[in-house]
């Protein structure tokens, strides 16, 4: 498939990176396509980034993919910048076009991608309650603000953090009601009250993590979506589900988001079913 006749190199860069799963999933894509390209994991200093993804572009890498810290240096340094980074503030994948570097995110296709998958839902009407407002918080929710949420419930300690991310909501979709809870009595109340609730901080990457939020949180008929993909059920999720919602992890979101990153560089659908199975033996073994 590859017709230059050479191996095409990949890579996902970050700092550290030694968690990275997409040389695991990419990888198994390849071989069962029989594409020739093998997809790297290295690790950069941030001060380093800019001027390493050019020489990476001249050292003929096909495309990169970028992680913490990189998304949103990547965002500010890049001159080319695709609908997706400039929605989400932050690229996490870049494309060597032919006329130079382009920034993509693939992130919120992803979470998309996964809802439909896990829920076989959409965010449309819906009320949405995030928990954990940085990085991929924020992405998901621009996200379900863009794709007609009807609500969001935003829930974090950090009132700074909450309220730079309510402007740009507001900024972005005027209509969309948009709530801030930072105190835990009325992140309970509107967390049982929500359609959606989507666990975006870092608290549960350390299995017996507690949950941020008791049972009484959740209900029947609500869905519960944790970012986090490193082992089947975080505490969150377990309380969840034992609470009567319907849960789901982060290997979804993890896995269409790369499959994406894939199909911009190279135009070539990639074999999600080889995808998930090497992410879910990596994960679950």
Known sequence: MNLSGHTKPFAVLGHPIGHSLSPVMHNASMRELGFDGIYLALDVHPEHLMEILPAMALMGFAGVNL???????????????????????????????????????????????????????????????????????????????????????????????????????????????????LEKPKQIELCREADLVVQASPVG??????????????????????????????????????????????????LHQGARAFEIWTGVEPSVPAMRKALEDAVYG
């Open 67 to 181: 992680t913490v810290p990189h998304k949103e240096i990547a965002f500010r340094g890049l001159e080319k910048l695709d609908e997706s980074a400039q929605l989400l503030g932050a690229a996490n994948t870049i494309e060597f076009a032919e006329d130079g570097m382009v920034g993509h995110n693939t992130d919120g296709y992803g979470f998309l991608k996964a809802l439909d998958e896990s829920f076989g839902k959409t965010i449309k009407n819906d009320s949405v309650f995030v928990l954990g407002c940085g990085g991929a918080g924020r992405a998901t929710a621009l996200m379900a603000a863009k794709e007609g949420a009807k609500s969001l419930v935003l829930a974090d300690i950090d009132a700074e953090r909450v309220q730079r991310l309510n402007d740009e909501i507001i900024g972005l979709t005027p209509h969309v009601e948009v709530v801030q809870a």
């Open 205 to 254: 990457m350390k299995e017996g993590d507690p949950s941020l939020l008791p049972s009484e949180a959740f209900r029947e008929g609500q869905c519960v979506f944790d970012l986090i993909y490193m082992y089947p059920e975080t505490t969150f999720l377990a309380t969840a589900r034992e609470a009567g919602a319907e849960i789901a992890n982060g290997l979804g979101m993890l």
